[in-house]
């Protein structure tokens, strides 16, 4: 089975750091795999690499079967990507918000008032200026565009920040379900107990790369506390790239 | 592209009519330069009525330099810029939505400048066709130019400074033909002004199509 995401020494630079040096990592479809490692080891960068923010110089970098060396700009419509920001424009309504967004980004309007159903985002908010927001809401906000866009792969950054416990269930019901769909996430998050119940299998991140002396571990199997897991027929990652403990 | 270019323009133009920063700020400020050029020209009323073209020029120069760092602050606000690249919209569909977003303001602005000249410092203004012929092109070329300078230097800590020495020298060919061609208008300097707007449609031109181009890489590499 082909990845979602096949990432082979890949090296990304800002400026004239690499912010990526050499990440090995397999995603398969439907799986739900957690990035793990201390501040500024290199996972927001890893997130931005696969969503085509972040230039892939060298290795080799395809997702959903495009290769992001030649061109990061292909695959960004078909993945979704919740990061530290919102990014919300103030003086728009969060109904304009998600309208412009998912219109942007080629989607169906039709998508939007369910998403903003679904997050709650009901009564006056949808007429409200998102500058007129809690933190909390703009995150449910950023949370209902990638609900409406719902794209193949979903790339999370810390998603439970700024949430309260309520709004965290419901950000992991959200992901369960869209794993449920077919759809594949790649999560960072240092909430290591939800993330944890969450995720199917863990990588390791160290020094912009993933370190290979610290094993992949596979939380759960198909079927795991959640329902969701790694499928059952997708091929294990290759002997030398990750390995199961 | 133009569909994307729709989209960002009604985008635009829907945060500027809520936060009105246009109509509340950028207007007030445009009439005030004015004011301020009146009383320094105030002992000498035929002098500001036959400079009034050139300070109607330069307050527009002004408020366009307003409008572009207000339309790139709007993307660098709370990720919106990686939001737009996401988002796949077509680069030089985002470059034309923005520019049509800026010149609609400008163009706004410029009728209330036009109004404030002629009340203002009794500038008689005369063959409207070339008035609004100069204002349509040199506001494309405003507008044009003000994009792809505004997304050189959006993502930089000093754009606010650098984009004002980066677009000024560059606009200067619009200032010139279009304060030659609005002279000839208000009939202060002899000849045809209808020949300057040659220069006023080239420059648009070439910014337009300029931007269209390279408007998808600025966005990527600034």
Known sequence: MEPVIRFRSAVALVGPFPV?????????????????????????????????????????????????????????????????????????????????????????????????????????????????????????????????????????????????????????????????????????????????????????????????????????????????????????????????? | MWRDALLVAGKDLRVEARSRVTTNQVVPYALLVLLL??????????????????????????????????????ESSDGARDGLRLSGLDGGGVFLGKAAAIAVQLVVLEAVLAFGVVVLFGTHLADPLLLVSTCVLATAGLAAAGTVYGVMSAGLRVRETLLPLLLLPVVAPVLLGATQAWLAAAGVVAGSGWRWLSLLAAFAAIYLTLGVLAFGTLLEDV
């Open chain 1, 20 to 245: 990526l040096a050499g990440v090995d990592l397999d995603v398969y479809p439907s799986e739900i795999v957690l990035l793990e490692g201390a501040n500024g080891a290199g996972k927001t960068s890893i997130l931005r690499a696969c969503a085509g923010l972040l230039r892939v110089v060298a290795g080799e970098a395809r997702v959903l079967g495009r290769d992001l060396v030649a061109d990061p700009r292909s695959v960004r419509r078909r993945v979704g990507l919740l990061g530290h920001s919102t990014a919300l424009y103030d003086d728009l309504t969060v109904a304009d918000n998600l309208d412009f967004a998912v219109r942007a980004s080629g989607g169906e309007r039709s998508g939007v008032a369910p998403a903003m159903a679904r997050l709650g985002l009901t009564g006056r908010l949808p007429a409200s200026r998102v500058a007129s927001l809690s933190a909390g809401q703009r995150r449910r906000v950023a949370l209902a565009v990638l609900v409406a866009r719902d794209p193949e792969l979903w790339l999370l950054d810390e998603p439970h920040a700024g949430l309260d416990a309520d709004n965290r269930d419901l950000l992991d019901a959200l992901v369960t379900d869209a794993v449920g769909r077919g759809r594949t996430v790649l999560l960072a998050s240092h909430e290591r107990h939800r993330a944890h119940a969450l995720a199917g299998r863990i990588v390791t991140v160290a020094g912009g790369a993933t370190d290979p002396s610290v094993p992949d571990r596979r939380v759960r199997d198909a079927g795991g506390p959640l329902g969701f897991g790694p499928r059952s027929d997708a091929p294990g990652p290759e002997p030398g790239v990750s390995h199961v403990a």
């Open chain 2, 37 to 74: 050029f009146g009383f320094a020209f105030d002992q000498d009323r035929p002098v500001l009525a036959a400079v009034g073209p050139g300070l109607f020029w330069v307050a527009v120069l002004l408020c366009c330099l307003l409008a572009v760092q207000r339309s790139f602050s709007l």
